[in-house]
């Protein structure tokens, strides 16, 4: 899956443009990525939201464990990939039927969060059990709101294509011949919103996040990581 978004939908972040700076190296623009998903993967769909997102999503190779899944609903669009260990639980809290699947319940998770959550997105994300990965972007509010499980097994990239673009994907060699150094691996057990603001532990929300500047001969340009003692703010 892929996912990119223009600068005025979200600010490339300061870590990932400093590791492109200390390592120039080749970048694409965002068009040209997507053209280069979709020519590499013929079936794939893509989508254009407005001037300012593309989204895409193949099939090809697929793990019978980790699907990847598409809708949207509401002027929300959301990519999903992985399996929800207790996605039966989670359709009766939020209201939704026995055929609702993984990106479904997300839809309605993150239209909870939005307009009417009296908890953190923190809590929202800590309750999804199992191995995903998401991209959610709300067309109406132009947010964006991304997340990883917690011991990282749907692997997600995230970099900074030629044109100052934020290109999420769960190939990183993709994105690695599209953001060149400024690019990192999306931290395990973490979600980025732009209505937030920051990258957040979704286990550890109080923890800082931090970025290490990555060896020359790693594919990425910085590694992003939780500091601090892990309490598991969901479970309290």
Same mark, same amino acid.
């Given at each position: 899956?892929?996912? /990119?978004?223009?600068?005025?939908?979200?600010?490339?972040?300061?870590?990932?443009?400093?590791?492109?700076?200390?390592?120039?190296?080749?970048?694409?623009?965002?068009?040209?990525?997507?053209?280069?998903?979709?020519?590499?993967?013929?079936?794939?769909?893509?989508?254009?939201?407005?001037?300012?997102?593309?989204?895409?999503?193949?099939?090809?190779?697929?793990?019978?464990?980790?699907?990847?899944?598409?809708?949207?609903?509401?002027? /929300?669009?959301?990519?999903?990939?992985?399996?929800?260990?207790?996605?039966?639980?989670?359709?009766?809290?939020?209201?939704?039927?026995?055929?609702?699947?993984?990106?479904?319940?997300?839809?309605?998770?993150?239209?909870?969060?939005?307009?009417?959550?009296?908890?953190?997105?923190?809590?929202?994300?800590?309750?999804?059990?199992?191995?995903?990965?998401?991209?959610?972007?709300?067309?109406?509010?132009?947010?964006?709101?991304?997340?990883?499980?917690?011991?990282?097994?749907?692997?997600?990239?995230?970099? /900074?294509?030629?044109?100052?673009?934020?290109?999420?994907?769960?190939?990183?060699?993709?994105?690695?011949?599209?953001?060149?150094?400024?690019?990192?691996?999306?931290?395990?057990?973490?979600? +980025?919103?732009?209505?937030?603001?920051?990258?957040?532990? +979704?286990?550890?929300?109080?923890?800082?996040?931090?970025?290490?500047?990555?060896?020359?001969?790693?594919?990425?340009?910085?590694? +992003?990581?939780?500091?601090?003692?892990?309490?598991?703010?969901?479970?309290?």
């Amino acid at each position: 899956m892929l996912g /990119i978004f223009s600068s005025s939908i979200v600010a490339p972040p300061d870590e990932l443009v400093a590791a492109g700076c200390r390592t120039p190296s080749p970048k694409i623009t965002a068009e040209a990525l997507v053209n280069r998903f979709t020519q590499r993967y013929p079936s794939a769909v893509s989508v254009h939201v407005g001037d300012h997102v593309q989204l895409a999503y193949t099939h090809h190779s697929e793990s019978p464990l980790q699907p990847r899944s598409f809708a949207v609903k509401d002027e /929300i669009f959301c990519l999903f990939e992985g399996v929800l260990d207790n996605l039966g639980s989670l359709r009766q809290q939020y209201g939704l039927g026995k055929s609702a699947n993984e990106v479904v319940l997300v839809i309605e998770a993150y239209k909870a969060l939005r307009d009417r959550a009296p908890y953190p997105p923190s809590h929202v994300v800590g309750h999804l059990s199992g191995n995903f990965a998401f991209i959610v972007f709300d067309k109406s509010t132009s947010n964006l709101f991304v997340a990883s499980d917690q011991f990282g097994k749907v692997p997600l990239s995230w970099g /900074i294509t030629a044109d100052g673009c934020v290109a999420f994907a769960d190939d990183a060699e993709l994105l690695k011949g599209a953001c060149g150094k400024s690019l990192a691996s999306f931290p395990q057990g973490c979600f +980025f919103s732009t209505a937030v603001g920051e990258l957040i532990s +979704f286990e550890n929300p109080k923890n800082k996040i931090t970025a290490v500047p990555a060896p020359e001969e790693e594919i990425w340009g910085a590694t +992003f990581k939780v500091e601090g003692p892990a309490v598991l703010a969901f479970t309290k």
